[in-house]
Each structure stands twice: as C-alpha cells, then as structure tokens.
C-alpha cells in the first residue's frame, strides 16, 4: 500500500490543488454517504483533512474524506485531535500488523493501513456529526489509494522516500513557526506519543497520499491548461471532473483479490 503533496510546487498551481482536492466538492462514499473536504492549515491536520490522506481524494472518490464542515471552532479542533489521538492508541499494537488482506492489480493492501484508516474516517465524521463509514467504504478507500499509487507512477510521479522525508520536515518547520502547539500536544498526549515519533513515524505515512494526490493533479493540469475565457471555477470543475473519470476507469479495471475472510464478508 502506497500512501501521501509534492515536495515544490509551483505557485498558483499548489493553491489551486489545495482547493481542489481540500475545497467543498462533495464526496460520494459506495453506500451513499456524503461528506464534504476542509482546509485547514495546520500540517497536523493532514490526519482530518487529507489525505491520510487525507487525508486523501481523487476524483471526487474518496481516499480518506472529512466530514467536518468549515465553521469549525477551536474548541471542535482540540476535541477531535484529543479524540483522534486516543483512537489511535486504542489500536496501537494493530497498527503494526503487516498480514496482506487484499491485493489491488498485484499490490498488497496490509491490515494496519486499514486500521489506520478506519481510525481516521471514524474520527473525521464523529467531528463533523456524519455516520460513521462502514468497513466496506473503508476498504474502498484503501483500494483507491492503491490505485492512486499506480497511476502516479504510471505518469511518473510517484514520490520516493526521499521526497516523503523532505516534505515531512518542510511541514515541521512550518508547524513550528505558524502552527498551534497546544492542537498537537492534546494529539500526542491522547496517543501515547512523542512529537519525535509522530514527525518520524506516523507523519510520512499520512503524508505519502497527500503527495500523490497533488502530483496527479499537477500532471492533469499539466496535460490540460486552461482554455482561452475559462474561469478559475471552471478550469477546476473541468479538472475535477476529468479525475472522476478516470478514477472511475480505475476502479472498473481494478483486480482486487481479497485474501482476509473477514474483508471478504463485508463486501
């Protein structure tokens, strides 16, 4: 499983990704659940925007979704991270279970990234007042991160790990300069983690998505400019569309082997 927002890139086509893909289009999970993306600016929260990403999206397909709305108080943040990072350390030793429960065209899908995710979603639409998702619409998320992954390196943007690091520490910095210290310690103190291990451990995992996500972006912006007299709404409704189409190729010629019984009953 490859999961997350390309080391550089250049402005205006960064902002544009970021209310592409963190903006207020609708996002469709298999049963029907709808929820919408935020954007916030703290790099932390990645873990209720992005892409575990959100985290991520593609497509209007959801990769990791939120359910937050924008009118979102302070008091709300610190109570979903609070709430986020007890999640996590209730399920901490399965975070580490790297048993292959599926494979998508011959890539394995392990049970901590469901875990990981299920945690995420959970999270995301208890703060925002929404359903919880199913484990099938978890698992579809999974399968779309996976595709994610193989259409970046079909174009040729798939981030190294190098690229991960790099973004990762460009993200710290940031956070140190401009970013609320005390929305990460009520996160770290309700997970049982260090900011040591957050930073080096759980952060280039939640961030890979968000890298692929803006790279494929890019690359469609790329291959797609803007057309003489299109607006800026346009131009992005025009992009976003593209990407549900071609999510929704992806996902029709997706091999998806399950190999875990119990991810095979929930489908």
């Not at 790279?215 to 990407?243: C, F, H, W």
């Amino acid at each position: 499983m490859r999961l997350r927002r390309p080391v550089k890139m250049p402005h205006p086509s960064r902002e544009f990704v970021r209310a592409e893909f963190l903006g207020t289009e609708p996002l469709q999970f298999e049963e029907g659940l709808t929820v919408k993306r935020n954007r916030y600016i703290y790099p932390l929260m990645v873990l209720l925007v992005c892409g575990l990403a959100a985290g991520l999206v593609y497509a209007g397909n959801v990769t990791g979704t939120d359910c937050f709305t924008r009118n979102v108080n302070a008091d709300q943040k610190y109570a979903a991270m609070k709430d986020l990072g007890a999640r996590l350390r209730a399920v901490k030793d399965r975070l580490s279970d790297n048993r292959v429960i599926a494979e998508v065209n011959g890539v394995p899908v392990y049970a901590s990234d469901f875990t990981l995710k299920k945690v995420i979603l959970e999270n995301r639409c208890q703060a925002g007042g929404k359903p919880l998702p199913k484990d099938s619409e978890v698992f579809t998320a999974l399968v779309r991160e996976t595709l994610l992954a193989e259409e970046a390196k079909r174009l040729g943007v798939l981030p190294t790990d190098l690229d991960v690091e790099k973004y990762v520490a460009a993200m710290r910095r940031e956070f140190a300069l401009s970013g609320d210290p005390k929305l990460l310690d009520s996160f770290l103190n309700a997970a049982g983690l260090t900011e040591e291990a957050y930073w080096s451990s759980l952060a280039p995992r939640l961030y890979r998505q968000d890298i692929i996500v803006a790279n494929i972006t890019k690359a469609v912006m790329e291959q797609n400019p803007r057309r003489d007299g299109e607006s800026n709404e346009e131009y992005r409704r025009r992009i976003y569309r593209l990407n549900e189409q071609r999510m929704q190729e992806l996902m029709n010629s997706a091999r998806i082997n399950i190999l875990d019984k119990d991810i095979r009953s929930l489908l």
